[in-house]
């Protein structure tokens, strides 16, 4: 089982009332504190987790713009390429 230390190594990426959540827990008798624990670590996980697969869909996002970029000035430069071409068989 996790402990306090070991969530506040990464409290800084987890929302401020999942914070609370876990300072408040800390706080409680060790019966009820045990009972909490175990949920409250799954819920803990489930945001880093979510918080990773989201920066991992950002990330992916603004490859996939750079390459939309790359794409649309190599089509543009294949286009006038093209167009130069023609010209110079019309010619």
Do not use: H, W
Request: proline share 3%; hydrophobic share 30%; no cysteine.
């Amino acid at each position: 089982m996790k402990t306090k230390t070991d969530r506040n190594t990464n409290n800084d990426q987890l929302p401020m009332d999942l914070n609370d959540l876990l300072s408040a827990v800390q706080t409680l008798p060790e019966q009820y504190r045990q009972e909490l624990e175990r949920p409250l670590n799954r819920v803990v996980d489930y945001t880093r987790r979510r918080r990773r697969i989201l920066n991992l869909i950002q990330e992916a996002l603004s490859q996939l713009r750079m390459d939309m970029k790359y794409l649309m000035f190599d089509l543009e430069a294949t286009r006038r390429e093209r167009d130069s071409y023609k010209n110079a068989l019309e010619d």
